[in-house]
């Protein structure tokens, strides 16, 4: 027999009050893994939906001069650009410290050409990532998939009076038009789009290309790095990061990690105070017990143990299972408040950091009652003798 | 050589501004194998002085000697390590944990004594059969009579084979014959060796005892020896 089978025994005995307690931290743990599994989740599909909406960070050619235009309207000035970005140097962005999370590299060709009697901007992309990357384009048709495919922006289908399967005369040669971009209220539906090396040999610039758009994974990583990193191994290039995009995300984000994590600390308290409250009540009606150990010869710190051990186990299979209701509910949950498209991930970190924290939080709420009842007078505490 | 030696020991409580002195001036000495009796009239200060005696009251003045340790010089901690190794307490009203079986109350000393689980419940089993409770060994206290959870406190008292025995009215709540049955128990531990002090108001205990003191008002008014102590063990 050891000090821990008397806590056993006092537990099997007590059974509804350690159920109390159980329950008492086990609604604070499942609160707090609810609430943060649930930022988690919708922060996940937050990141995920807004990366849709782009890159993050532009790499374009070294400019000195300053840009003297504003929502699209020109003020004077020629934006000379002095040299374009050697396509071969983009191999580069994978030496990057951060390459992880670099998710996409879009790299795009522009040009003004001839067509249908009128200059037009034509941009050469790589189809596979680009149309992936604007994802709120919609497209009536396909996106471009070889060399003489076009998909026309709204404006320059309506200008040139484009639909789907015309085609269309490009210094003699002749492009089908694969598809037309629905408006997007953007420079967007200006644009004639080709893949990159069609472009590349229209405007008579192979091998380089005018900017690169790159999405970058953005949960917690450092844009602002990676924007320094990227700038060292293309020194030739301005490398910057779309920072409205960046920070208003990075926003969102903190402003509802800093409520789930403002709800868990209040109702951790509760479950502290909860656990102090009934410790402090089972230290009352066991003061005869105690009493009794202190007697036959038990040590303050025995009777510390004992109550300290039992704070413990009680605040384990609160953690555990508060854990695991926490996790039912944030499952249950998610499809109510997204319909289904966050999804929940485990997180040993949080599981674990969901159990150390509620054996610390009923320890630290048992320390006072535990060492009330460690210093109570044996003879005080018997009255008998 | 006296085992226990009591000396000028006072004790004062403080009952609101009011000054009540529970013991004064008491100084005496019992041998090792004594049979002590203390007696007295309800309120005399005989659980007071069993309290002082067993290290769980400090005297407000005084010594307490055992085994020529003066008990209230130690420390908290190195006080209830004597408690624990000198000491075996049979409580009034039992004062067994009512959660643990017979067996498991026995065994509450031995918890946090350094031997092993095997020899823990050796002892145990042992004291248990010695006092006539090895087929109740199980059972919860509230499921014994009240002469078995007496025989489960004095086999919890003697399992760390403390060489002091120390008991407050043990047959307070006992019907006669069971009172008899126990007193007989105590006897017989008390001829093989065991120091035994024991206060009852019961007069009729007295025969039992080796030596005998009266209290009254906290003071020591009467002491006596019983004639045929010294053949006892023949």
Known sequence: MRLEHIVFHHLKRCKGRAAFLVIGLLIGVSTVVTMLSLSDALGRKAQHELE???ANIVITPHNDQLELSYGGIQLGGVNLVSKEISETSLGKIDSIPNRRNVAAIAPKVLGVIQAGGRD???MGVDPGVEFNLKRWWSIDGRPVAQGRELVAGALVAQSLGLKLGDQLMIQNQQFEIVGVLSKTGSQDDQLLISPLQTAQNLLTKPGVVSLVEIAALCHDCPVDDMVKQLQTVLPDADVQAV???VKTRMHALDQFRLFAWGVAVTVILIGALLVFVTMMGSISERTREIGIYRAIGYRRSHVLRLILVEAGIVSAIAGVSGYLVGVLATVCGLPLLEGGHASWQWDPLLAAGAVIAAIIVGLLAAIQPALRASRLDPSEALRAL | MSFIKLQNVTKHYLNDADCVAALQDVTNSIDEGCFLGIMGPSGSGKSTLLSVLGGLTHPTSGQVIIDNIDIYQLTAEKLADFRREYLGFIFQSHNLI???SARENV????AVANISAAEKLHLAEAILERVGLADRRLHLPHQLSGGEQERVAIA???????????ADEPTGSLDSETSQQIMTLLSDLNR???????VTHNSDNQKWFDQ???LKDGQLIEKSVRADRYSKAM
């Open chain 2, 107 to 110: 065994l509450l000393p031995l």
């Open chain 1, 52 to 54: 849709n909406f782009g």
């Open chain 2, 212 to 214: 005998t003191i009266m």
């Open chain 2, 156 to 166: 919890r008292a003697l399992v760390n084979q403390p060489p002091l025995l120390m």
């Open chain 2, 192 to 198: 093989d060796g065991q120091t035994i002090v024991m």
């Open chain 1, 120 to 122: 037009v901007m034509l």
């Open chain 2, 98 to 100: 009512p959660y643990l």
């Open chain 1, 243 to 245: 920072q409205q995009v």
